[in-house]
């Protein structure tokens, strides 16, 4: 019965230590951590060539260009209002109709938020 009781109260404490030690840790140690791991990174936004962006052209898989910067709305494709018309330029450059008439001004709010580089001229 005592070894129950003093199992009981080592788990208890083990526990304990479990939930209470990652408070303790600031998060910028945690960082340093990973950055010292981490090779050189660059900070400027990620370039993707014309040849990169064509690839993905399809439903599940859909980039665009736009003045030259390059969006991921494979996410949006399902949600867009007017349909597949979004896909007419998957993996191509979809600035004109993006500025056409059909848009209201909401796009260009959302818009950003997909945005995974620029094009590399």
């Given at each position: 019965m005592e070894i129950i009781v003093a199992a009981t109260i080592i788990l208890g404490f083990l526990l304990l230590l479990l939930f209470v030690t990652p408070r303790?840790?600031?998060?910028?140690?945690?960082?340093e951590a990973s950055n010292s791991n981490t090779k050189n990174i660059s900070k400027g936004p990620r370039r993707y060539t014309k040849a990169e962006v064509s690839l993905h052209?399809?439903?599940?898989?859909?980039?665009?260009?736009?003045?030259?910067?390059?969006?991921?709305?494979?996410s949006y494709v399902e949600e867009h209002p007017g349909g597949d018309a979004i896909l007419t330029h998957a993996g191509d450059d979809?600035?004109?109709?993006?500025?056409?008439?059909?848009?209201?001004?909401r796009v260009f709010d959302i818009i950003e938020d997909f945005c995974i580089g620029e094009l590399e001229q």
């Open positions: 303790f840790i600031k998060p910028s140690q945690s960082n052209n399809k439903r599940t898989d859909c980039w665009v260009i736009i003045k030259a910067k390059v969006y991921d709305v494979t979809s600035t004109e109709g993006f500025y056409g008439p059909q848009h209201g001004t």
